[in-house]
């Protein structure tokens, strides 16, 4: 074999060996001999081999689980909590350049302010904010990842674990606010039956008509039973018509 044509194969090879091809969602930082060159930006790209080398970082969203912290709250109740964190690379140079592992240096960030947040309230702020606990954890964290080139999208706490007597204490503790809201309602409902009855009251007594009427209308209630039978001990047309005119008529 020749070594023209051994050296035209040795320098495609040699081509093709630096050929990269950089995504649009990647940024690509060079390195020559180890040194910092430039960043890539998204295509078709070609490094010298051997010489030159590439590290890839990914700046889209990435999510990142807060693996489950136990926590004493304020209120000294045990409980494990867990998050997921939101975050974008900024600048690919100083998320590679300036810390080792970004990743786990923001998880490692975010269990210790999860720990820090939650630990300085009571348990029913966590329980019922938890939207500003997560902006409260997002402010601790973006505070360091500023220099990283990193920006903290958000921070959200998923689950709370609670020890079993705390779920059971809850549930009681819910049961008897249900009870009172029921007798409070139930004495409402009393007090205005009674005014409505009081009035109804009132205005029978102006009439002995309506008195009557309204005894027909109870005896036909109990007749509609068939099962009562109605005894009266005088016929009813001996009852006084107007008992407030004779009272009148007496003085």
Same mark, same amino acid.
């Given at each position: 074999?020749?070594?023209?044509?051994?050296?035209?194969?040795?320098?495609?090879?040699?081509?093709?060996?630096?050929? $990269?091809?950089?995504? =649009?969602?990647?940024?690509?930082?060079?390195?020559?001999?180890?040194?910092?060159?430039?960043?890539?930006?998204?295509?078709? $790209?070609?490094?010298?081999? !051997?010489?030159?080398?590439?590290?890839?970082?990914?700046? *889209?969203?990435?999510?990142?689980?807060?693996?489950?912290? /136990?926590?004493?709250? =304020?209120?000294?109740?045990?409980?494990?909590?867990?998050?997921?964190?939101?975050?974008?690379?900024?600048?690919?140079?100083? +998320?590679?350049?300036?810390?080792?592992?970004?990743?786990?240096?923001?998880?490692?960030? +975010?269990?210790?302010?999860?720990?820090?947040?939650?630990?300085?309230?009571?348990?029913?702020?966590?329980?019922?904010?938890?939207?500003?606990?997560?902006?409260?954890?997002?402010?601790?964290? =973006?505070? /360091?990842?500023? /220099?990283?080139? !990193?920006?903290?999208?958000?921070?959200?706490?998923?689950?709370?674990?609670?020890?079993?007597?705390?779920?059971?204490?809850?549930?009681?503790?819910?049961?008897?606010?249900?009870?009172? *809201?029921?007798?409070?309602?139930?004495?409402?409902?009393?007090?205005?039956?009674?005014?409505?009855?009081?009035?109804?009251?009132?205005?029978?007594?102006?009439?002995?008509?309506?008195?009557?009427?309204?005894?027909?209308?109870?005896?036909?209630?109990?007749?509609?039973?068939?099962?009562?039978?109605?005894?009266?001990?005088?016929?009813?047309?001996?009852?006084?018509?107007?008992?407030?005119?004779?009272?009148?008529?007496?003085?």
């Amino acid at each position: 074999m020749a070594p023209p044509f051994i050296l035209s194969i040795m320098l495609i090879l040699f081509l093709l060996a630096g050929i $990269r091809v950089v995504f =649009e969602y990647k940024r690509a930082l060079k390195f020559r001999f180890g040194k910092y060159v430039k960043t890539l930006q998204p295509g078709f $790209r070609w490094i010298i081999p !051997i010489v030159e080398s590439i590290q890839v970082v990914d700046i *889209r969203v990435i999510t990142i689980n807060i693996v489950s912290q /136990e926590v004493m709250t =304020e209120d000294n109740v045990p409980c494990s909590i867990d998050g997921v964190v939101f975050f974008k690379i900024n600048d690919p140079e100083k +998320a590679v350049l300036e810390v080792e592992e970004y990743r786990f240096a923001i998880t490692q960030l +975010a269990q210790a302010a999860l720990r820090d947040v939650c630990g300085k309230v009571e348990l029913d702020t966590i329980l019922s904010k938890r939207e500003e606990m997560g902006k409260n954890i997002k402010a601790i964290v =973006e505070l /360091e990842t500023k /220099e990283w080139g !990193i920006e903290i999208i958000d921070v959200k706490i998923k689950d709370i674990q609670l020890p079993e007597n705390m779920k059971r204490m809850m549930a009681n503790q819910a049961e008897a606010e249900r009870s009172r *809201r029921a007798r409070i309602i139930l004495a409402l409902a009393e007090e205005q039956a009674a005014g409505k009855l009081l009035e109804a009251g009132k205005l029978i007594d102006q009439s002995p008509s309506a008195i009557k009427l309204r005894l027909y209308q109870t005896l036909s209630n109990i007749a509609a039973e068939k099962n009562s039978t109605i005894l009266f001990p005088f016929p009813e047309e001996v009852l006084p018509r107007n008992p407030v005119k004779k009272t009148k008529n007496k003085k």
